[in-house]
């Protein structure tokens, strides 16, 4: 069974500043990877997915995501976050190509951008 | 992009009532949906796989006679919350998959927040 680990229970950053946030999932085959967000009040949004190919993908609103195969991680990236920016940000994996296989999600990582 | 509605946003019962949620994709057709379950400030955590036309598949501690999902066609999966407690007061969220070669993703609904008196 899969499992996915985000380390950060809360961010906070100033408006500017960088972010990264981890996630490690644990698997023995081939995944795909997702990061969701979800704002105040909000249901979750797609960011961005890795399903092949670059591991770099670009999301919307500026997010960016590294799949590093040999680390199982795939951490989401912004070099620069807006207040707006201010949400519970979810990473999901599931197995790929083994039917009706539903996502599994990390417990989630709130961030908070303050001015 | 893919949409996913669900009906109703929110629900108030009395405890002992039955109350029905309703999941559709309204663009496309998902013969997979999945019901997730989101206590404050947690994750989503998976209560059953609805497969079109056939039973669900629920998590382990899921009660299936509880939570009756049924899963009509290829646009519309219903959770039924039966006799209903307070400690079924929770956010509800359906999804459901676009299957394709490279299109595996899940779009979710807007949730359903129920609060059992």
């Known amino acids: 069974a899969q499992s996915v680990s985000q380390h950060n229970h809360h961010v906070i950053l100033s408006e500017a500043a960088s972010l990264e946030l981890g996630c490690n999932y644990s698997?023995?085959?081939?995944?795909?990877l997702f990061w969701y967000v979800q704002y105040p009040g909000q249901h979750l949004q797609l960011l961005l997915k890795y399903f092949s190919g670059d591991p770099l993908v670009k999301g919307i609103k500026g997010f960016e995501a590294e799949f590093i195969k040999s680390k199982f991680s795939f951490n989401l990236r912004k070099p620069s976050v807006q207040w707006s920016d201010t949400a519970e940000y979810f990473c999901a994996v599931n197995a790929r190509g083994s039917g009706n296989t539903p996502l599994v999600f990390g417990k989630g990582t709130r961030l908070s951008v303050i001015a | 992009g893919a949409v996913v509605s669900q009906h109703p946003s929110w629900v108030i019962c009395k405890s002992g009532t039955s109350v029905k949620i309703e999941c559709r994709s309204l663009?496309?057709?998902?013969?997979?949906m999945f019901w997730y379950r989101q206590f404050p400030k947690q994750s989503l955590m998976l209560m059953a796989t609805s497969n079109e036309g056939s039973k669900a598949t629920y998590e382990q501690g899921v009660e299936k006679d509880k939570f009756l999902i049924n899963h009509a066609s290829l646009t519309l999966s219903t959770l039924t919350v039966t006799s209903a407690h307070p400690e079924d007061s929770s956010f509800y969220i359906c999804?459901?998959?676009?299957?394709?070669?490279?299109?595996?993703?899940?779009?979710f609904g807007p949730g359903t927040r129920l609060t059992v008196l």
């Open positions: 999804s459901a998959r676009e299957a394709g070669a490279f299109t595996d993703t899940q779009y």
């Open positions: 698997y023995g085959g081939t995944v795909n």
């Open positions: 663009d496309f057709q998902a013969t997979t």
